[in-house]
């Protein structure tokens, strides 16, 4: 079966544009560690760029907004491995009843490509900063025996994740530091984390158990995944707190 042309096209541009997120990514780092600032500061910074980003995108503009929605809630409607195919079955079809644009769909797909990534880049970034922290530590974002070349698409993919953690942290801390920092992560992200022994109810693993609660994350991850109204206490209560201690309730978006 032949693929779908604009499905192909949006394919070829996210393999583009996640190289060009991963460059941002890397390129600031190094940037910035060459200047001696903070590995914060430098967080921060890619933050704000990438949130910018999205704000600012052609696909925020008013007469596009809506199409953006069209396609992130489409596409979880389709079967595992076809949710693309809401670009040309649901999108497409939308956006040809908008009058008078002065893009073409080829163009829009395009966009979109773009925006995906970098929101993607982004949500990644703040997920695994303290991966990125140790990189930073080291001066080191490639050759590692699990990550021989940088690419942020490693977060999403890397069955050895567990394995290059340990192989940036032995570079970036001290041997006396090893034991709290990666091998007994789990049970020192329970400890430092406000989750009390059986709390834990969704199973969120070690490495995931400090970014689930940040408030950054909370707010990348809002717009698509959670009812507008939902508050960050809220979002606390329901996925870290028992059920017994709190009568919060949330909504999916």
Same mark, same amino acid.
């Given at each position: 079966?032949?693929?779908?042309?604009?499905?192909?096209?949006?394919?070829?541009?996210?393999?583009?544009?996640?190289?060009?997120?991963? !460059? /941002?990514?890397?390129?600031?780092?190094?940037?910035?560690?060459?200047?001696?600032?903070?590995?914060?500061?430098?967080?921060?910074?890619?933050?704000?760029?990438?949130?910018?980003?999205?704000?600012?995108?052609?696909?925020?503009?008013?007469?596009?907004?809506?199409?953006?929605? +069209?396609?992130?809630?489409?596409?979880?409607?389709?079967?595992?491995?076809?949710?693309?195919?809401?670009?040309? /079955?649901?999108?497409?079809?939308?956006?040809?009843?908008?009058?008078?644009?002065?893009? /073409?769909?080829?163009?829009?797909?395009?966009?979109?490509?773009?925006?995906?990534?970098?929101?993607?880049?982004?949500?990644?970034?703040?997920?695994?900063?303290?991966?990125?922290?140790?990189?930073?530590? +080291?001066?080191?974002?490639?050759?590692?025996?699990?990550?021989?070349?940088?690419?942020?698409?490693?977060?999403?993919?890397?069955?050895?994740?567990?394995?290059?953690?340990?192989?940036?942290?032995? /570079? !970036?801390?001290?041997?006396?530091?090893?034991?709290?920092?990666?091998?007994?992560?789990?049970?020192?992200?329970?400890?430092?984390?406000?989750?009390?022994?059986?709390?834990?109810?969704?199973?969120?693993?070690?490495?995931?158990?400090?970014?689930?609660?940040?408030?950054?994350?909370?707010?990348?991850?809002? !717009?698509?995944?959670?009812?507008?109204?939902?508050?960050?206490?809220?979002?606390?209560? +329901?996925?870290?707190?028992?059920?017994?201690?709190?009568?919060?309730?949330?909504?999916? !978006?």
């Amino acid at each position: 079966m032949n693929i779908d042309k604009h499905i192909a096209l949006f394919q070829s541009s996210r393999i583009k544009e996640n190289a060009n997120a991963t !460059a /941002l990514i890397k390129s600031t780092l190094i940037d910035f560690k060459n200047k001696y600032l903070s590995f914060n500061y430098a967080l921060n910074h890619l933050i704000e760029h990438f949130t910018n980003h999205e704000n600012e995108h052609i696909t925020n503009r008013s007469d596009l907004k809506f199409l953006y929605n +069209v396609f992130d809630k489409g596409k979880r409607n389709f079967e595992n491995g076809r949710s693309l195919l809401a670009i040309p /079955l649901l999108l497409k079809p939308e956006f040809e009843k908008i009058e008078d644009l002065d893009i /073409l769909f080829d163009e829009y797909v395009c966009h979109l490509a773009n925006r995906v990534s970098f929101t993607r880049a982004n949500t990644k970034l703040i997920a695994n900063s303290r991966l990125f922290e140790a990189m930073y530590i +080291v001066d080191k974002f490639d050759g590692y025996e699990y990550l021989p070349k940088f690419d942020v698409r490693m977060f999403d993919y890397e069955p050895n994740y567990y394995e290059l953690e340990k192989e940036v942290f032995d /570079l !970036a801390y001290p041997k006396s530091d090893i034991e709290s920092k990666f091998e007994s992560e789990t049970e020192a992200s329970n400890n430092e984390s406000n989750i009390l022994p059986g709390n834990n109810l969704f199973k969120f693993q070690g490495k995931h158990l400090d970014s689930m609660q940040n408030k950054i994350i909370f707010k990348a991850i809002k !717009a698509d995944y959670f009812h507008p109204n939902t508050s960050f206490e809220d979002y606390l209560n +329901v996925f870290f707190k028992n059920p017994e201690e709190h009568q919060s309730t949330i909504y999916l !978006a």
